[in-house]
C-alpha cells in the first residue's frame, strides 16, 4: 500500500482508538463482565446495551454499504464460517471470563494501573505466540471444517436480508423505547466522570462505522496481539520467528477499487496491520491510560492472589490461542461481523457465550470458591 496512505491510516486508528480507550473506560464497557454478570449475577443491564451498540452498527453498516461509502463490500476480513470458528469462540469465552476482561478491556484496565490485566495481557502475548507454533494444523482444520460456503446473509438472499434489517431496526426502536422508559438502560454508578453504558454502545457503534468506511472493515485487534509477539520473539530468536508460516502469510489480502493492494499479518513488519490494528492497540491504551490520570484514578494496584493471578494469565493464553483458532475477536466478530449478518460471526458468537458460561463455572468452583 502507499506510504502516505498508510500514515494517514495509522493516524486514524489511532485517533479512533484514543477515543475508544477513553469511552470504554469511562463507561467500563467490557464484553468479559457483560457475560460474567449474566451468568453469575443474572444482570442483563450491560447486555442491554450490547444490544444497543448492534443495532446501531446494523443500521449504519447497512447505510454505508447501500450509499457507496464502503471501500469494501462486503469487508474481505470475514471468511466462511466452520467448525474452527465455533471452537475458537468457545476456548475465547472461557479464557475473557478468566482473564477477567475482553481483547479491549484487558487493555483499558491495564491502561488504568490494574496489574491484574496486564498479567493478563502477557497471557495474551503467550497465547498468540503458542499459536504461531501450531498454525498449520488450525489453518487446515478450518478449511476442512466449513459449515457453509457463504459469507454474509446477503449472499444466502439479498432481499431476505433487507427485509430482515427493516424489521430488526423497528423492532429494536420499539424495544429500546420501552427498555428506556422502565429504566432498563440504567447502569447505576457514581464515579466522576462515567459514561452511561447505552450511551458508550452509541459512541462505539459510530467508530465503528467511520473505522468501516476508512479502513475497509470494523474493527479488530487480536492480530495486532499477534504481531506485538512477533516483533518480540524476532528480537531475541529471530532465525526461529522467521521460520514460522504464521508470521509468513498475510491475514488480510486485497484489492482497493483504486487497484492498490492492501495486505498484512502477524509477522514482524509494517503493513497494513501495523496501520489499522496496532494503531488502535496503541490508542486504546493511550486513551484509556490519560483518562484515568485525568480524573486521577490512576493507581498501580497491587499483586493479585496467586489462584487470581494464574487465572488472569491462563486466561489471557485461552483468549488470544482461542482468538487465533477462530481468526477473530469479540470486537471483529461480534461488534463487527454480527452487524453485518456474517455467518463467521454468528458462529463465533454462538461460541463465546458458551464458553462464556464455562469460564464462569469455572471462575466460580476454582477460582473465587463461592
Not at 53 to 81: D, H, K, W
Not at 123 to 128: C, E, K, L
Not at 257 to 263: D, N
Not at 305 to 322: C, D, E, K, N, T
Request: proline share 4%; aromatic share 14%; glycine share 10%.
Amino acid at each position: 500500500m502507499l506510504i502516505d496512505h498508510a500514515y494517514y491510516l495509522f493516524a486514524f486508528n489511532l485517533l479512533i482508538g484514543l477515543i475508544l480507550g477513553s469511552i470504554f473506560y469511562r463507561a467500563d464497557f467490557c464484553m468479559a463482565g457483560v457475560f460474567r454478570d449474566v451468568f453469575l449475577f443474572r444482570n442483563y443491564s450491560m447486555l442491554r446495551s450490547l444490544a444497543v451498540s448492534l443495532a446501531a452498527a446494523m443500521v449504519l453498516f447497512f447505510l454505508i454499504r447501500q450509499s457507496g461509502l464502503a471501500l469494501f463490500n462486503p469487508p474481505p476480513v470475514y471468511t466462511y464460517p466452520s467448525v474452527a470458528t465455533l471452537a475458537g469462540g468457545l476456548v475465547f469465552g472461557v479464557g475473557m471470563v478468566l482473564a477477567g476482561g475482553c481483547v479491549v478491556g484487558t487493555l483499558y484496565k491495564m491502561a488504568s494501573g490494574n496489574l491484574t490485566n496486564l498479567i493478563a495481557f502477557c497471557g495474551i502475548i503467550a497465547g498468540s505466540l503458542l499459536y504461531a507454533e501450531t498454525h498449520s494444523f488450525w489453518e487446515s482444520f478450518r478449511d476442512n471444517t466449513v459449515i457453509v460456503e457463504s459469507r454474509l446473509l446477503s449472499d444466502i438472499s439479498p432481499l431476505g436480508e433487507k427485509a430482515f434489517i427493516i424489521v430488526a431496526a423497528a423492532a429494536s426502536i420499539v424495544v429500546f423505547m420501552r427498555w428506556a422508559v422502565q429504566g432498563k438502560l440504567k447502569y447505576e454508578a457514581y464515579a466522576e466522570g462515567y459514561l452511561k453504558p447505552w450511551k458508550a454502545a452509541l459512541i462505539i457503534a459510530v467508530l465503528n462505522a467511520a473505522a468501516y468506511m476508512f479502513s475497509g472493515w470494523p474493527m479488530g485487534v487480536t492480530t495486532a496481539y499477534a504481531k506485538i509477539g512477533a516483533f518480540i520473539e524476532n528480537l531475541f530468536v529471530p532465525s526461529h520467528a522467521g521460520g514460522l508460516q504464521y508470521f509468513n502469510q498475510d491475514s488480510i489480502s486485497a484489492i482497493a477499487p483504486s487497484g492498490m493492494k492492501i495486505a498484512g499479518g502477524a509477522g514482524p513488519r509494517m503493513d497494513v496491520i501495523f496501520f489499522t490494528e496496532l494503531a488502535l492497540v496503541a490508542g486504546i491504551v493511550i486513551g484509556a491510560f490519560a483518562t484515568a490520570s485525568w480524573f486521577k484514578e490512576f493507581k498501580i494496584y497491587g499483586l493479585p492472589p496467586r489462584r487470581q493471578a494464574v487465572s488472569a494469565f491462563v486466561g489471557g493464553l485461552l483468549l488470544a490461542f482461542g482468538a487465533r483458532i477462530a481468526a477473530g475477536c469479540n470486537l471483529k466478530f461480534v461488534l463487527g461481523a454480527l452487524p453485518f449478518f456474517a455467518l463467521q460471526g454468528i458462529v463465533f458468537a454462538a461460541g463465546m457465550i458458551g464458553g462464556a458460561f464455562l469460564g464462569t463455572v469455572i471462575l466460580k468452583k476454582i477460582v473465587i470458591k463461592i
